[in-house]
């Protein structure tokens, strides 16, 4: 039975118990998965966020964290910034990862010329 309609066995137990105890009405009325929380934020305030992320105003999620709260009132978690930011599919910024031993001025020097040996392209 389970397989025909491509449900796990407990499921169709769970649902032939509420059968047994209210009959039809009793299975309508549980709803298992649902939609979750209501969203903090309006669509138009999501918007906004995802706006004001975009412009790039923003160098982590505290601080987006802390501007929603002073904007909207809502506080949220870092898991929940982290959360929102995907479902408003902003991308982090994430800085470049830079050597312990790197040297800036040489590596400045190298890009207007400055290095010791040419590159030689073969044909």
Same mark, same amino acid.
């Given at each position: 039975?389970?397989?025909?309609?491509?449900?796990?066995?407990?499921?169709?137990?769970?649902?032939?118990?509420?059968?047994?105890?209210?009959?039809?009405?009793?299975?309508?009325?549980?709803?298992?998965?649902?939609?979750?929380?209501?969203?903090?934020?309006?669509?138009?305030?999501?918007?906004?966020?995802? #706006?004001?992320?975009?412009?790039? +105003?923003?160098?982590?999620?505290?601080?987006?964290? #802390?501007?929603?709260?002073?904007?909207?009132?809502?506080?949220?978690?870092?898991?929940?910034?982290?959360?929102?930011?995907?479902?408003?599919?902003?991308?982090?910024?994430?800085?470049?990862?830079?050597?312990?031993?790197?040297?800036?001025?040489?590596?400045?020097?190298?890009?207007?010329?400055?290095?010791?040996? +040419?590159?030689?392209?073969?044909?």
């Amino acid at each position: 039975m389970a397989a025909a309609v491509g449900v796990d066995y407990r499921s169709v137990q769970r649902w032939a118990a509420w059968y047994r105890t209210g009959g039809l009405p009793a299975v309508r009325a549980h709803r298992l998965g649902g939609t979750g929380q209501p969203p903090f934020l309006s669509p138009a305030a999501q918007a906004q966020v995802a #706006d004001e992320v975009a412009t790039g +105003r923003f160098r982590t999620a505290g601080e987006i964290r #802390d501007w929603i709260r002073a904007q909207y009132g809502v506080t949220y978690t870092l898991g929940g910034v982290y959360s929102l930011l995907e479902r408003l599919r902003c991308a982090p910024k994430v800085p470049r990862p830079v050597h312990a031993k790197a040297d800036p001025e040489a590596q400045a020097a190298w890009k207007k010329g400055a290095s010791s040996r +040419r590159s030689r392209q073969r044909a």
